[in-house]
């Protein structure tokens, strides 16, 4: 069920993915959500919505009372369980690259025959 109760102190931490430049940011399929706006800011949990949109739970997630280094653009936010970390828990370290898994495409290789199709 819930991982979170009324009242627990949390962090925004939205997933994390890396850009066309290689930058590891926000990850690009959630960058310009509203949600991407809250990364990096804590509050508390004030309600739990357990039937949420497509049955994931929401938390609604209230700044006010917290001293943020974010510029936050409104007072609370409804969160998805995933998008939230308790406030004292460390962030989780980035995995290495992989050989390669940085680079950009290199293209089509040669086909099977060697001719071209």
């Known amino acids: ?25 926000i990850s690009v399929l959630y960058a310009t959500s509203q949600e991407a706006k809250f990364d990096g800011a804590s509050g508390a949990v004030t309600e739990i919505n357990p039937r949420g949109p497509y049955g994931i739970p929401l938390y609604l997630v209230d700044f006010r009372a917290h001293k943020n280094k974010v510029a936050i653009p409104w007072q609370a936010q409804w969160f998805r369980e995933e998008w ?9 370290a980035p995995k290495p690259a992989e050989v390669g898994e940085l680079a950009a495409a290199a293209g089509q290789a040669r086909s099977q025959s060697g001719e071209s199709s």
Request: overall charge positive; proline content about 9%.
């Open 1 to 25: 069920m819930a991982g979170f109760a009324i009242g627990d102190a949390v962090t925004v931490r939205l997933p994390r993915g890396v850009n066309r430049r290689g930058v590891v940011g």
């Open 84 to 92: 939230i970390a308790a406030a004292g828990s460390p962030a989780p």
